[in-house]
């Protein structure tokens, strides 16, 4: 059987960064669903469809083909044959990504891929909806978060690192928006997996985040 470590987590909370972290230490595969959700919505935008618009994105969630790929030790995200991977972390994609993950057979859709995967080889897999909707069973499941300015603050950051022309005050709005989206959308909803060990990294650093996960890997 696979193992797999389930991080859970808001936006900013550093989830992807550890996640790629420890997979890196412990020689096992990193997954990036929110990548794949992401992919999905940049499809939708590139079809002239809004991701809000339920009935428009089913007519094209049959034409998606997917496939997650690792190229030189990082994943890329395929789209009908088209590497995706470069568009998919612009700034207006993060709330289409959100959007479009609320319709049920989107999620379905990823879930079915993701647990594929999962039960193929050992990952670290991150998402919102991992240790409580994709893999309940899975054996290390940890949840983390951080205050909302922090995580704006590392999003901010991360923005503008990449010349994106945004302010502060639009990545906090942005962050709490999407927070309220993910923790209240019907299915599956961002929640703390049962069973999950808790952490906050709002003063922690990404080592000290990676010791603490290894304190409950056996």
Do not use: H, W
């Given at each position: 059987?696979?193992?797999n470590?389930?991080?859970?987590?808001?936006?900013?909370?550093?989830?992807?960064?550890?996640?790629?972290?420890?997979?890196?230490?412990l020689?096992i595969?990193y997954l990036?669903t929110?990548?794949?959700?992401?992919?999905?919505?940049y499809?939708a935008?590139?079809?002239?469809?809004?991701p809000?618009?339920?009935?428009?994105?089913?007519a094209?969630?049959?034409?998606?083909?997917m496939d997650?790929?690792?190229?030189g030790?990082?994943?890329?995200?395929?789209i009908?044959?088209g590497?995706?991977t470069?568009?998919?972390?612009?700034?207006?994609?993060?709330?289409?990504?959100?959007?479009?993950?609320k319709?049920p057979?989107?999620?379905?859709?990823?879930?079915?891929?993701?647990?594929?995967?999962?039960?193929?080889?050992?990952?670290?897999?991150?998402?919102?909806?991992?240790?409580?909707?994709?893999?309940?069973?899975?054996?290390?499941?940890?949840?983390m978060?951080?205050?909302?300015?922090?995580?704006?603050g590392?999003?901010?950051?991360?923005?503008?690192?990449?010349?994106a022309d945004?302010?502060?005050?639009?990545v906090?709005?942005?962050i709490k928006k999407?927070?309220?989206q993910?923790?209240?959308?019907?299915f599956a909803?961002?929640?703390?997996?049962e069973?999950a060990?808790v952490?906050d990294?709002?003063?922690?650093?990404?080592e000290?985040v990676?010791a603490k996960?290894k304190?409950?890997?056996?």
């Amino acid at each position: 059987m696979a193992k797999n470590i389930t991080i859970d987590g808001p936006g900013g909370s550093g989830k992807s960064t550890i996640a790629k972290a420890l997979s890196k230490d412990l020689g096992i595969t990193y997954l990036d669903t929110g990548a794949m959700y992401r992919a999905t919505a940049y499809y939708a935008l590139s079809r002239g469809v809004d991701p809000a618009d339920v009935t428009a994105v089913l007519a094209i969630l049959g034409d998606i083909s997917m496939d997650v790929k690792y190229v030189g030790g990082g994943q890329k995200v395929y789209i009908c044959g088209g590497d995706v991977t470069p568009y998919i972390r612009e700034y207006k994609i993060s709330m289409a990504a959100s959007t479009i993950s609320k319709i049920p057979e989107v999620r379905l859709k990823m879930v079915e891929l993701q647990r594929i995967i999962a039960a193929q080889t050992d990952c670290v897999i991150d998402g919102r909806d991992i240790g409580s909707y994709v893999l309940p069973e899975a054996k290390y499941k940890f949840y983390m978060t951080a205050s909302a300015e922090i995580r704006a603050g590392r999003r901010y950051l991360e923005l503008k690192e990449k010349g994106a022309d945004v302010s502060f005050d639009e990545v906090l709005e942005d962050i709490k928006k999407r927070d309220l989206q993910d923790s209240t959308r019907a299915f599956a909803p961002l929640v703390v997996p049962e069973g999950a060990v808790v952490i906050d990294t709002s003063n922690m650093s990404i080592e000290e985040v990676k010791a603490k996960i290894k304190e409950y890997l056996c």
